[in-house]
């Protein structure tokens, strides 16, 4: 059975920067955490950053430009906290091809796994265009790379994928 990789606080892990935990509601993620398909990460945690954390933002830029050395990611507090989420993003890639992982399903919003919206990097909670650094990564390596919101479109491609499969 083909298998998603998931943002850990989607799938009900407390690994969120404010440590809160966010309930897992959605019946057919449910249903594929108890199939064993989820591969759970969260790159912030995975990169070195601790739970909870201070927020933290791209800096004039997405995640590509973190990836290519263009811009920074800060916290709030102006400490560069780059290098957590750039190893982070290449532990996600090593997820992916061990598992071989077609499909992500990432937190918008977040400066690792915002896939269509990021915050600006001004801390003022102003949304701009763009994906976070390991959204950048995986969509780098030809991963379809979903948020939250498009479960529906998720289960549409899994469904048939995992027909093919059997």
Request: proline share 4%; aromatic share 6%.
């Amino acid at each position: 059975m083909k298998k998603i990789l998931i943002s850990a606080c989607l799938a009900g892990d407390r690994a969120r920067y404010d440590g809160k935990q966010m309930p897992v509601t959605d019946s057919v993620l449910i249903k594929w955490s108890q199939q064993g398909m989820l591969v759970k990460i969260c790159p912030e945690v995975s990169g070195g950053l601790k739970i909870p954390r201070l927020p933290a933002q791209i800096v004039n830029g997405n995640g590509m430009d973190v990836l290519n050395k263009r811009v920074k990611v800060v916290d709030i507090e102006g400490h560069d906290v780059t290098l957590p989420f750039v190893r982070g993003a290449q532990y996600a890639l090593a997820l992916v091809k061990k598992y071989k992982i077609e499909i992500a399903v990432l937190k918008e919003k977040s400066p690792s796994c915002g896939s269509h919206h990021i915050y600006d990097g001004r801390f003022v909670a102003n949304l701009i265009p763009g994906f976070g650094v390991t959204a950048a990564i995986l969509k780098q390596n030809g991963i379809q790379v979903f948020s939250e919101n498009e479960l529906d479109r998720v289960k549409f491609l899994m469904e048939g994928k995992n027909k093919i499969n059997h």
